[in-house]
């Protein structure tokens, strides 16, 4: 194959790749996305059954019997709070991102009952108004 070939190869490669990407310009200037509750709800049970297995509190005569167990559990205890009756404009994922990031970054040491003692987490703070 010869230069010119290899060349408008890959510039056609090229340029069909960032057409189909959005500009940074228009993402940044978006709303942030809203998701529904379900979604945001299993990923605060993911996040938190991580958390809870990197400190220990999952296996046999733990505070969860397994992921399984911790991930029902988590998601059951915050299943009504991010409702679409209780956030029916939606979650926030700039916070619940937060909320996520806070959930990881909890110290083993911080007893952590509730998800509401985590700030980011409150349902006032994910769910947009």
Known sequence: MNIAIKLGL???L??????SKQRPAESAMAEPAVSEGASATDSIAEARCARES?????GADKAFSSMEDCITRIREDWREELSTR???G????TQLNECLAAVRAEECSSPFDTLERV???TAG???VN
């Not at 090229?14 to 057409?19: P, R, T, V």
């Not at 939606?90 to 994922?93: P, S």
């Open 125 to 127: 703070q994910i769910c």
């Open 86 to 88: 209780e956030c029916p």
């Open 54 to 58: 990197r400190c220990d509190n999952v």
């Open 14 to 19: 090229l340029s069909a790749f960032a057409c």
């Open 119 to 121: 700030a980011a987490c």
């Open 90 to 93: 939606g979650i926030n994922e």
């Open 10 to 12: 890959g510039v056609a």
